[in-house]
């Protein structure tokens, strides 16, 4: 199911191969925590190339490396400013694939991570490209829903924010409708609400959703919310910016009329649109979330590379 | 049928049948053709079809379509037949023929798709998920192109 496979864009994984994904991460999560040293991955090496900055996604990459006995090899910031000069992304990818068994890769371009997965022989795992995918995260995402609710099934989720650009966002929702969610709502400025093919794709998939411009009125229906950032630069005008961010703040005030198990999830790193008060509340899962980002990737090298 | 008896027949030469109504212009274009050429043509539009409700029909004498020419028909009249006149008989007919993947005739309209890197050797692909209406997509980054793109990107520069 996985072995030897690109992991380019979530929907290219079906149900099963992602449950298979998500007992993995238990059994090495359980490791983890009995503080048993895995070794899995000894001898391999998995390479970075981050065309744009990220700390989070790639360290956690190379935590995850680490921690099943692999290297990691990066390219380092000169070499991405050195192609900036004129070598192309093809040069460099068939170079990493001449070190590594598997390569990470970043890029601000749309569709970079699909041309590496051409050119390179090994197997290339998607970190994020342009504003669209972002496959991982949302691997990540889903089981963390798992864990706070035991299943995706049945669920009314909200999903929150810049849900045109934001690539965590889009990537979210589409993972959602490879499982059977009762209901999604899409809440977002107008100006940054879902795009047209996702909601074509949610309706050829059968998937129930509405698009809210507010989250209050949805909020007692919700079993998951999904926060992410709206980005100042998104707003030609800045009067505008200010103008929604407020109404897109979560914070205990709003959660007054949440469900008691609401799991509010964020892909981290937050500005001001979570608040730092929901941090103790029962309703944060976002740090176990982001817990779950090393031993998801853990599980998805292992099955990659080991089959 | 009736009016499209009215225009006469060629000698040598190829015959475009059953073209998307009202888009016999941007065959003439794809093809380069502007009457400049002082090639004989004929430009049928509207005529009653029994397939497509109303069609387009262009005859050109003396020529005959290369096949990028005919790659680039099907893309805005996938219904389209090409006849191959010799003496008046038609000698070949063919059916043009959308194919499954699209490699190289398209540009992706997204200004941050890979493929729009100068540098990068990639050549462009999309895939064709309907014909009516042709709906095909960006391999590299997943976006549509619309029949609207299409048109507008054969017969630019026309
Ligand atoms: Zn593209």
Redesign the pocket.
Known sequence: MFADKDVLTITDFSREALERLFEETDVILNALTSGKKLDALNGYIMATAFFEPSTRTKMSFQTAMLRLGGACVDLPPEEISSRAKGESLADTIRMLDSYADVIVIRHRL??AAKFAAEIAEHPVINGGDGTRDHPTQTMIDLYTIKRAHGSIDGLTVGVLGDLKYGRAARSFILGLSIFKPKKIYLISPPQLSCRPEVLHFLEEKGICYEEASTVTKVLPELDVLYVTRIQRERFPDPVEYEKVRGSYVVNELLLKSAKENLAVLHPLPRVDELAYSLDQTSHAWYFKQAYFGVPVRMALLKLILKG | MEKELKVSKIRNGTVIDHIDAGRALHVLNILGLNGSEGLTIAVVMNVPSSKLGRKDIVKIEGVELRQDQVSKIALIAPSATINIIKDYEVAEKVKVRVPPVIEGLLK???P?????QPREPVK?RFIVRSLRPLRMF??????ELSQEDVIQQLTKGG
Do not use: K
Request: proline share 6%.
């Open positions: 749309e569709g | 992706c309209a997204n941050n798709c890979i493929t729009n462009p960006c391999s590299f980054c997943g976006v």
